[in-house]
């Protein structure tokens, strides 16, 4: 099946600092891509949905100048966020749909962040 | 806007037996998808099994099928056989129909597999 991959898959990073997040469809072009965050024990909450070449739409609640998303390509998508505080730690997820076929959704692995 | 409602947190079922989790949800569309995903440990999101909402006929695969009750917006999922591979939590998702439309999600329901 589909892969899509999340890179790192765990980072730790102090108060203050950026940290970036990257997600790639490994062998289908993503045409969207979204962005999940999930506290622990806690369902997936979508941040933001981004199309190829286009801004992204944000969720209401979540701030677009601290989570920037970028869908640069067809296979890559990356989530910055910015002056990270330790309530920023998360766990964030992302999935891509597939732009050819039935147009299938695949989900990342992950991406756990830590700020100190 | 659409919800999607799992009233069960915490389920649990002996190894081989079988176990139904509950998922309503509530829209005003016609056209949709509904899914059902499992999350183990790894936390790595696995598509269990999918309903279009156009489909009369019940979703099944292996071991895992649904009861989707359209006009009563329900969608529950029976998992038979429990193994202990089943551990995990179970997510109920909407869909509009639509190529760049979002999952919404219910909040989950936990399932432990005992042996």
């Known amino acids: 099946g589909a892969v899509v991959s999340q890179h790192p898959s765990w980072v730790i990073c102090k108060s203050g600092t950026s940290v970036k997040i990257e997600c790639r469809s490994l062998d289908f072009q993503a045409t969207t891509m979204f962005w999940y965050r999930q506290f622990p024990k806690q369902s997936l909450m979508l941040m933001a949905t981004?199309?190829?070449?286009?801004?992204?739409?944000?969720e209401q609640g979540v701030e677009k100048d601290k989570f920037l998303i970028n869908h640069a390509s067809l296979t890559l998508s990356t989530l910055t966020v910015t002056s990270a505080h330790p309530e920023d730690s998360s766990f964030y997820i992302c999935s891509a749909r597939d732009g050819t076929g039935l147009g299938r959704l695949y989900f990342g692995p992950g991406t756990r962040l830590t700020v100190t | 806007a659409q919800t999607v409602t799992q009233s069960q947190p915490e389920m649990s079922v002996q190894e081989a037996e079988t176990v139904t989790l509950s998922c309503t949800y509530d829209?005003?569309?016609?056209?949709?998808?509904l899914f059902w995903y499992k999350q183990p440990p790894s936390r790595q999101m696995i598509l269990v099994i999918r309903?279009?909402?156009?489909?009369?006929q019940n979703a099944t695969e292996n071991r895992f099928s649904v009861n989707f009750q359209k006009a009563a917006k329900s969608f529950s999922l029976k998992i038979s056989d429990s193994q202990l591979g089943d551990t995990a939590m179970y997510f109920c998702?909407?869909?509009?129909?639509?190529?760049?439309?979002?999952?919404?999600f219910g909040k989950g329901t936990k399932l432990t597999v005992n042996p």
């Open positions: 998702a909407f869909n509009r129909q639509g190529g760049s439309e979002k999952l919404v």
């Open positions: 829209t005003s569309e016609n056209n949709y998808y």
């Open positions: 309903q279009e909402a156009y489909k009369q």
């Open positions: 981004s199309n190829e070449g286009s801004k992204a739409t944000y």
